[in-house]
């Protein structure tokens, strides 16, 4: 343009050139111009040393013409523009810095006092799948993948509509179809859920298991309904049709297992179900814990009359023969299983059972009264006699983890992220193990927040194979290779 040759173009005319140009569109009016150097002012880096920016401010915006690839800085400024050219050169543009690595955040043990010590902060940590085989689960259930009669509905059965046809041999004005029940999956789940207080360690097992029945097209429909510490249960199909059975996830541990006005009221829901239709309970403690739930169950044989038979009618031989039979004081037998392909796929056989048949199984007793010397007072253990009844009746894994456990916080996302440092294929019966253990007791703040009972955790501490300072160390250095690692994370609290 002519105004060039004069030098005296407004920088803010040659970049509405500019873009007008690149865009191959109008020139930007004077408030879209002013919008985007307002925009580009905020997307700015952080800022430079003063001679970059000055450079960068004498430079124009001859940079946005340079299509060059980019080359290191020169420390020089800019030479002169020849003679009669008075418009401004562009400068070398300097490389693009690398991006700052982001520091590591530290891990440290809590401050012994509250208020006192760094803040803490969320991270994100891996969390383990609690359900190891669930297409083995989904395979041991196949003997319920059965259709039925739909009560509404119907189908066109092709071959005997065209037999019909081919033996009258009438004009097709006179075809009719033959028409059959719709078909359907045979039975509806409930899922109940506990809801209870020592349950938050199982929340990812709810919802691995959930998902697990809902894929295996087993089932018509599969309800998951909330199991309240008060005993009552929210969005449940009663079964009324025969073709409804019900699994109950929890540790029976809850109040609602035990006597009381909310262990009164689940009772008497149980035996009503227990009467119309097939009830267990999916116990994800290991067997060798029941006893120490509120709901211990015993091996033996278990007999159904029939296809769906409700459970109040299964008859049950104890492998022990010396036992009284299992009908005492009118309780109803109730079948209780883990979480195990090899569990589900017994009581999938005696659910689809024509009668007659045996399955191996466990039963608990609904309505049993409970026997005061079956269970120990632990708030009236010393610390070495808690200490000491963990270690002979826990698993060594799980005396192994609570030692671990004890170098830092007890709330429940800590330690399954300590659980993951330590084990390599963790367990979550371990962990459990700990939390039911009366190691621990409940403490104020979200579910699963709990703090070790005085005098445990100087003991646990000394169970540690080396210092306490040299475990600390490793702990901390493979807990945060884990929160630095790949997909599948759970948060977790941090130091920061």
């Known amino acids: 343009m002519a105004s060039d040759a004069d030098g005296a173009t407004d920088p803010l005319v040659r970049l509405a050139d500019i873009l007008a140009e690149a865009t191959g569109g109008a020139r930007p009016t004077a408030l879209e111009l002013a919008e985007l150097l307002w925009l580009a002012r905020r997307l700015e880096p952080e800022p430079e040393e003063p001679a970059n920016r000055a450079t960068r401010s004498e ?10 690839p980019p080359r290191p800085a020169q420390p020089e400024p800019p030479a002169p523009s020849p003679a009669g050219d008075h418009s401004p050169s562009p400068p070398a543009p300097t490389a693009p810095a690398a991006l700052p690595r982001q520091p590591r955040v530290p891990l440290h043990l809590p401050a012994h006092s509250e208020g006192s010590g760094p803040p803490h902060t969320a991270l994100r940590a891996p969390a383990p799948p609690m359900l190891r085989h669930p297409l083995g689960l989904q395979r041991a259930l196949r003997p319920l993948k059965l259709r039925t009669d739909a009560p509404t509905g119907h189908r066109l059965d092709e071959r005997a509509t065209a037999d019909r046809i081919a033996r009258l041999g009438a004009a097709p004005e006179w075809w009719l179809p033959v028409l059959r029940p719709a078909r359907e999956r045979w039975l509806r789940l409930n899922l109940v859920h506990d809801t209870g207080p020592t349950m938050p360690v199982w929340r990812p097992l709810v919802r691995e298991l959930h998902t697990a029945l809902a894929q295996s097209g087993v089932f018509r429909t599969v309800t998951l309904a909330p199991l309240e510490p008060d005993g009552t249960v929210h969005g449940a199909h009663a079964p009324t049709d025969g073709r409804t059975v019900t699994l109950v996830i929890s540790d029976c541990m809850g109040p609602q297992w035990r006597p009381g ?11 009503r179900w227990s009467h119309r239709a097939p009830v267990a309970v999916v116990q994800p403690l290991p067997e060798h814990l029941w006893r120490d739930t509120a709901l211990p169950a015993e091996p033996g044989l278990l007999t159904a009359l029939g296809p769906a038979a409700p459970t109040a009618t299964l008859t049950f031989a104890p492998y022990d023969a010396d036992r009284a039979p299992y009908t005492e004081h009118g309780a109803v037998t109730l079948p209780v299983m883990e979480p195990d392909p090899g ?19 466990s039963v608990a007793l609904v309505g049993r009264p409970p026997d005061p010397a079956a269970r120990t007072d632990l708030s009236r253990l010393s610390p070495e006699e808690l200490v000491l009844r963990f270690r002979s009746a826990s698993s060594r894994e799980a005396f192994r983890l609570a ?3 004890a170098l830092g916080r007890a709330d429940l996302p800590v330690m399954r992220l300590v659980q993951r440092a330590v084990e390599p294929v963790p367990r979550p019966q371990h962990l459990a193990e700990v939390i039911l253990s009366g190691l621990l007791a409940a403490a104020p703040g979200p579910p699963g927040s709990y703090v070790f009972r005085p005098g445990v955790r100087d ?7 080396r210092s306490s300072r040299v475990a600390t160390a490793e702990l901390l250095a493979r807990v945060g290779a884990l929160i630095e690692s790949g997909p599948g994370r759970r948060p977790v609290s941090s130091g920061r």
């Open 59 to 68: 430079s124009g915006i001859g940079d946005a013409r340079r299509k060059d």
């Open 403 to 405: 030692g671990h456990l």
């Open 261 to 271: 006005p909310a262990g009164a009221r689940w009772e008497a829901t149980l035996r």
């Open 343 to 361: 569990w589900l796929a017994s009581w999938a056989g005696l659910v689809a059972s024509p009668g007659g048949g045996a399955f191996p199984g």
């Open 459 to 465: 003991l646990l501490l000394r169970s540690l194979p």
